[in-house]
């Protein structure tokens, strides 16, 4: 039993030899924006450590919403 023939369709061109790319539907940064929140985790501080230590020298990168430092449970 003989299978199906297909009929060959050439695949489109890729376009390798482009020298522009297109635009990113994201933009150039991937999207997002100055303005959405973003967090950032800082490690190695001292365990004295208060948020107003950290608003200051972060706060000049842009407006903080807040500022989380997790104790421990047990030992604060």
């Known amino acids: 039993m003989r299978g199906r023939s297909y009929s060959y369709s050439p695949s489109p061109p890729r376009g390798y030899g482009r020298k522009h790319r297109s635009p990113s539907p994201r933009g150039r940064h991937g999207g997002r924006g100055r303005d959405l929140p973003t967090s950032l ?4 501080l001292r365990l004295d450590c208060r948020p ?3 608003r200051g020298p972060f706060g000049r990168f842009g407006p903080l919403k807040d500022v ?3 104790r ?3 030992t604060g």
């Open 68 to 70: 989380y430092l997790p």
């Open 52 to 54: 107003e230590d950290l």
């Open 41 to 44: 985790l800082v490690r190695n």
């Open 72 to 74: 421990d449970y047990y």
